[in-house]
């Protein structure tokens, strides 16, 4: 199942008790490894830019590239495989590819843990050691 697909279809049930609460579940094996694709997928800093960008609408390769301090062929690279995994959709319009996000439960994911560390490294709130996403407090 494509990442994007997996992200739209399993999120929205609350009756799920989550893998994180009892690792032994049936389910837990296929949930992490699907979790850590995902995460995997989300790894690299240029991808979440691409998915940060595109939280406002579409946008073709050129548009991304002024955004996003990055060669071409490179953002290429990061678009095909954000459309492979589900997440981008894209449309053809004369010569022009514009890229759109497919996933909005994965841009979601984005924007809450990319806020919540940019709280932790900001250091205005005072978020508990055991609470922080960052290892070390992140200052």
């Not at 694709?37 to 050129?62: D, H, Q």
């Not at 894209?90 to 996933?103: A, E, G, V, W």
Request: glycine share 8%; hydrophobic share 35%.
């Amino acid at each position: 199942m494509k990442i994007g697909a997996m992200a739209e279809k399993g999120a929205s049930s609350t009756s799920i008790s989550s893998p994180m609460d009892n690792p032994g579940a049936d389910n837990a094996d296929a949930v992490f490894e699907s979790v850590a694709e995902l995460f995997g997928l989300l790894s690299t800093p240029v991808r979440l830019k691409i998915i940060g960008a595109l939280c406002n609408g579409e946008k073709n390769v050129s548009q991304l590239l002024a955004q996003i301090d990055t060669t071409q062929p490179n953002m290429s690279q990061h678009l095909a495989t954000l459309y492979r995994a589900g997440v981008l959709g894209k449309r053809r319009d004369s010569t022009q590819i514009y890229y759109r996000l497919q996933s909005e439960r994965v841009a979601s994911l984005c924007r809450a843990v990319c806020t919540q560390v940019a709280i932790e490294l900001d250091g205005s709130d005072d978020v508990p050691n055991h609470e922080r996403l960052l290892p070390g407090g992140g200052r």
